[in-house]
């Protein structure tokens, strides 16, 4: 089992920076895909960016690719998100989730292990 934990939620203005970070336990993730989505209320979940944890190739979502940066720490077992130029539409419940190698990674059915979610909500 993977336990994963997200922190750095928060309440931002537009054109603000956020960073989340995603701590991952249990069983060893090093080969592990890290993805984060997100989801609004009403909506779907949707990717927004990943990386490979094998070779540290990254995607995401075309609405966050200038904005957002996706990076992750062997040694600490951890993955952030850094979130720059925040926009009210970006106002969303933010999961980090875990999938083996192998799997397309912006598909939300791909990933075996989901946090709790963090809150992030930027006003206008």
């Known amino acids: 089992q993977v336990q994963l934990v997200e922190s750095g939620g928060g309440l931002v203005q537009a054109g603000g920076s956020l960073r989340l970070s995603c701590a991952a336990s249990?069983?060893?993730?090093?080969?592990?895909?890290m993805g984060w989505f997100r989801q609004a209320p009403g909506q779907e979940r949707e990717f927004v960016a990943a990386?490979?944890?094998?070779?540290?190739?990254?995607y995401y979502k075309d609405s966050v690719k200038d904005r957002f940066t996706i990076s992750r720490d062997y040694a600490k077992n951890t993955v952030a998100l850094q979130m720059d130029s925040l926009k009210p539409e970006d106002t969303a419940v933010y999961y980090c989730?875990?999938?083996?190698?192998?799997?397309?990674?912006?598909?939300?059915?791909?990933?075996?292990?989901w946090g709790q979610g963090t809150q992030v909500t930027v006003s206008s």
């Open positions: 990386v490979r944890w094998s070779g540290g190739s990254t």
């Open positions: 989730a875990a999938q083996p190698p192998g799997r397309t990674v912006v598909s939300n059915r791909g990933y075996d292990y």
């Open positions: 249990g069983r060893t993730v090093n080969n592990y895909t």
